[in-house]
C-alpha cells in the first residue's frame, strides 16, 4: 500500500503545467472504438483509470499504444464483445463503452461500473435511453448487463438530469445511428464540449454540446486517421488553487483554460484568494492564509460549482475565518472524508447533504485513510496547511484522478513523500 507523508506549514512557489482532463480523456477513448482509423489522442494524463480504459479497448481486439503523452488506437480489428469485469468494476466510465461497442459491432456483455464510493451511483438514464434507441438490454446473473442491437435508431431524449455519463453514452450510441437523435437536458460539462469536438474531427455531424440540446445525424461507418489533444484538466488546476489558498503562497498555473475553472476562481476569490490571469494560457494564485468563510456554496451541474472540487472546498474553509455552509446536491454521500479531517482538528458537521464548517485556527497532523479520490485530495491539501506530520494512506484512491501529485508539489515546495 502507497501511502503519503506530508509535514504541513510549507507556503508553495512556483510554477504547475495542469495535464490533459481524465473526464475528457476517458469518454474520447471510448470514441476511438467508432473509428476503424488510427486516433491518435495527444495529452493523455498516465493515470490509473486512463491505463484500465486502454486495457479495456486491448481486449477487445484494439491494437492500443501509448507514446508519452500520446494513445494511439487502431481501429481496424475489433475482435470481441465482451468488457472483462475486473476491468468494469474499476471505474465508472466503463459503462460509456456500451453505447460505442452496440454502435460498432452490435452486442456487448458488461459488468455494472464501479467507480469512487460517493453513494449509490444508478445507471437507470444510461439504460433507458440506449433502450428508447433500440438496444435490447437483460441483466443476465451477477450483474452482467447484456445489450445487442441491429443498429440503433435516432429519435428524441429528454433526460430528467443532466448526467454526464449517459449524455456520453446517447452521443456514442447515436454516431452510427439511423437517422438523427437529439438529447434535451444533456450535460454542459467542458468534457462533454471535448467528446462532440473529437467526434467532429471524426466526420460526425454532432452539434450543441454546451448548450443543453445535442444533435447528432447518424452516419454508416467512421474511418478516418486523426489527431487530436485532450482539454486540460479543471478539477487537477482547481485542487492546486485549493492547495495555495490553504497553505499560502504564490503559484502560476500553466496551461489552464480559464472557463471552466472559473466558478472554482470565483469562490476562492470570495474567501480573500487573489487569482490573476496572466494570459489565455496562465494563471497566478496568491494567498495569505487569512481566508474568510462563504455563506453558502451549493454544487451543482456545470456552470455552477463542480462537485469534483467540494472536498477539496471544505478542506480549504476549515481554516477560514467564519463559518461555512456547503450543500452537495449531485452525489449522495459525498462527505466520507469528513471522519478523516476531523482527526486534524476541523471542526465540521454533516447533516444529509449539508456541511457546516466552523473555521478554525489550526489543524494538527494526523495519521488519515483516503476513502476516495477528491476525498483523498482534500485529506492533502489539510495535511499541506497542518501543524506537523501526517500519513495519508490508501492513496491509489488518489492516483486515478492526480499523476504523481507528490512529485508535482514537491517542485513547487511542498514537504510529501510516498512510501
Ligand atoms: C461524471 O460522473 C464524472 N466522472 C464524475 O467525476 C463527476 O463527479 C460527475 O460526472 C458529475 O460532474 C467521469 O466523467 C468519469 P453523472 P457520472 O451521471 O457521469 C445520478 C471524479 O471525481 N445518475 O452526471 O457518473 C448520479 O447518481 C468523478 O472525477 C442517476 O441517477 O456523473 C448522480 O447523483 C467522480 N442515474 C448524478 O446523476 C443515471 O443513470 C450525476 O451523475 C446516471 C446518473
Known amino acids: 500500500m502507497n501511502r503519503f507523508i506530508i509535514e504541513g506549514g510549507n507556503r508553495l512557489q512556483g510554477e504547475l503545467k495542469i495535464p490533459g482532463a481524465k473526464n475528457a480523456v476517458l469518454p474520447i477513448l471510448a470514441a476511438t472504438i467508432l473509428n476503424r482509423g488510427t486516433s491518435r489522442i495527444k495529452n493523455c494524463p498516465n493515470l490509473e483509470d486512463v491505463k484500465t480504459m486502454q486495457g479495456i479497448l486491448a481486449s477487445l481486439g484494439l491494437k492500443v499504444e501509448r507514446e508519452g503523452r500520446d494513445i494511439i488506437v487502431y481501429g481496424k480489428t475489433l475482435t470481441a464483445n465482451t468488457v472483462p469485469e475486473h476491468l468494469a468494476s474499476r471505474m465508472r466510465s466503463s459503462i460509456v463503452l456500451m453505447g ?15 467507480g469512487c464510493a460517493i453513494g449509490p451511483r444508478p445507471i437507470d438514464m444510461h439504460l433507458s435511453s440506449l433502450r428508447k434507441m433500440g438496444a435490447e438490454i437483460d441483466d443476465l446473473y451477477n450483474g452482467i448487463l447484456h445489450c445487442k442491437i441491429n443498429k440503433f435508431q435516432g429519435t428524441e431524449i429528454l433526460l430528467d438530469y443532466p448526467s454526464v455519463g449517459a449524455t456520453e453514452n446517447i452521443m456514442l450510441a447515436a454516431c452510427l445511428a439511423e437517422g438523427e437523435t437529439i438529447v434535451r437536458n444533456a450535460a454542459k460539462e467542458p468534457e462533454i464540449v471535448d467528446l462532440q469536438n473529437f467526434l467532429q474531427n471524426l466526420g460526425v455531424e454532432i452539434y450543441g454540446a454546451g448548450t443543453g440540446v445535442i444533435r447528432i445525424i447518424g452516419c454508416n461507418e467512421i474511418e478516418k486517421d486523426i489527431t487530436y489533444s485532450v482539454i486540460p484538466d479543471r478539477i487537477v488546476a482547481g485542487t492546486y488553487m485549493a492547495c495555495v489558498a490553504a497553505t499560502g503562497g504564490e503559484i502560476i498555473l500553466n496551461d489552464i483554460d480559464y472557463e471552466p475553472v472559473s466558478s472554482i476562481a470565483y469562490l476562492l476569490r470570495n474567501c480573500g484568494v487573489f487569482i490573476e490571469l496572466i494570459d489565455s494560457k496562465n494563471m ?36 477560514a475565518s467564519g463559518t461555512s455552509v456547503v450543500i452537495e446536491t449531485v452525489f449522495e454521500n459525498r462527505y466520507g472524508y469528513v471522519e478523516q479531517l476531523m482527526r486534524m ?16 485556527k ?16 482534500a485529506l492533502t491539501i489539510a495535511a499541506l496547511s497542518a501543524e506537523g506530520i501526517s500519513t495519508i494512506n490508501n492513496v491509489m484512491h488518489i492516483d486515478r484522478g492526480y499523476e504523481e501529485l507528490e512529485k508535482s508539489l514537491s517542485t513547487v515546495g511542498a514537504k510529501i513523500k510516498r512510501i
Do not use: C, H, W
Open 284 to 319: 497566478k494564485i496568491k494567498s495569505e492564509k487569512n481566508l474568510k468563510a462563504i455563506e453558502v456554496i451549493r454544487t451543482s451541474p456545470y456552470p455552477g460549482f463542480p462537485t469534483d472540487m467540494q472536498p477539496q472546498l471544505v478542506s480549504v474553509l476549515s481554516k
Open 100 to 114: 460505442a461497442i452496440l454502435g460498432r459491432i452490435g452486442e456487448i456483455y458488461i459488468s455494472y461500473p464501479g
Open 362 to 377: 489550526r489543524l494538527t497532523g494526523a495519521y488519515l485513510d483516503a476513502s476516495d479520490l477528491r476525498g483523498g485530495a
Open 345 to 360: 482538528g476541523t471542526d465540521i458537521t454533516v447533516r444529509e447533504r449539508v456541511a457546516v464548517i466552523k473555521g478554525v
